[in-house]
């Protein structure tokens, strides 16, 4: 898979970061203070996404990196840094709505932390399917809030960052996710005496719960690994909060989490130019997201292929067949719950009719299934 490049979305800003020198400074910085080998990343099966410019306004676009196995730090905030949370019912959807995109996704989050008006993840991509798996989450999250409140229009400002952390080198996705389970008592939401377990809205909590308590979206291991921490065990657990506590005492000024909060990508220097050495090969006009080797269509176009065979259809029986069928309204519902492929999409791909003769079928065959 060679490396391209996506447009996928709104405005931004023209500095895209990639070779920026607080990029590079970033960078550089934290890799004194972190020893490892450094990875090779050259034959990874790189699918890298990009700006560019969009030919409507001309603005360019932020870059995205993508490839299988990919760990990002990402961050939202709210609108005109209003909050994104009204109430705790709301934060509790958040992170349904999450686990909702990673089982669509394939993602496996190594953290979260909810903040009254952002928000932090760091999620590993199996799947190089960043872009599309933001777009359904954050647009769902949006959707569900403005329903329950009666509400219109954007909750988040502008675009998302993307961080994109080294995880083969030791040492920096345990300071991505050392970064996010402390942002509470950075910001001082919690009381000087209160132990960082106290605050409820973030996966802090849950690695120090057994394995059968926590969402299976939730991967422990690796960052227990990078404390040191050989397995999830009680004694395991007491071991990660002790150093939590410890970490949270010690943590110093904002300058020590610069590498986290500036630049594009948080990893060794060598790490860093295989990067741009793949960008600056393969950027181009002409990369955009209809070139996509491993996309959301190419998915759900696999997944209507095996539905039809499954069922013995040709492709044409798709359109002698009522929009309400059944069986059609069957495959609507496995294209919903495993891509992020949108309502009109689907009524076009399999013939239903308009979104709203879909919705309403769907809803028949959810109502008798």
């Known amino acids: 898979m060679f490396p391209h490049f996506l447009s996928d979305g709104k405005k931004e800003k023209t500095n895209c970061g990639l070779a920026s020198a607080k990029g590079q400074t970033s960078c550089f910085a934290l890799s004194q203070i972190i020893n490892g080998s450094v990875p090779a990343i050259r034959q990874l099966p790189l699918d890298i996404c990009s700006g560019g410019r969009d030919s409507a306004d001309g603005m360019a676009r932020k870059l995205r990196i993508q490839y299988p196995g990919a760990v990002y730090h990402v961050m939202n905030r709210g609108d005109r840094r209003e909050s994104i949370f009204h109430d705790d019912a709301d934060r509790q959807r958040f992170i349904e709505t999450l686990g909702e995109a990673c089982g669509k996704t394939g993602w496996q989050v190594h953290a979260y932390c909810l903040m009254p008006n952002h928000f932090h993840l760091v999620v590993e991509t199996p799947q190089p399917n960043l872009v599309a798996g933001m777009k359904w989450f954050l647009g769902t999250y949006t959707g569900r809030f403005n329903r329950r409140h009666k509400l219109f229009g954007h909750l988040f400002s502008g675009r998302y960052k993307a961080l994109i952390v080294d995880r083969a080198t030791p040492g920096y996705l345990k300071t991505a996710c050392d970064y996010v389970h402390l942002n509470p008592a950075r910001a001082r939401l919690l009381r000087p005496e209160a132990v960082l377990r106290s605050y409820r809205w973030s996966s802090y909590r849950e690695y120090l719960k057994c394995a059968s308590q926590r969402p299976a979206w939730l991967r422990v291991d690796r960052l227990l690994g990078e404390h040191g921490i050989p397995k999830d065990s009680p004694a395991g657990r007491r071991m990660f909060e ?47 997201g209809a070139e996509l080797q491993e996309s959301e269509e190419d998915k759900a176009e696999r997944l209507v292929r095996k539905e039809l065979a499954r069922r013995r259809w040709l492709e044409q029986e798709l359109g002698q067949k009522p929009k309400t069928d059944r069986q059609k309204a069957r495959i609507a519902r496995r294209l919903r719950q495993g891509t992020t492929m949108t309502l009109a999409w689907i009524a076009q791909r399999l013939q239903m009719g308009s979104v709203n003769t879909l919705k309403n079928t769907l809803r028949l065959i959810n109502s008798r299934d």
């Open 242 to 288: 002790h150093r939590m506590e410890e970490r949270r005492r010690q943590q110093g000024g904002p300058e020590v989490w610069t590498p986290v909060r500036r630049g594009w990508c948080l990893g060794a220097v060598a790490f860093r130019k295989e990067l741009l050495a793949q960008v600056s090969e393969q950027r181009g006009a002409h990369h955009y």
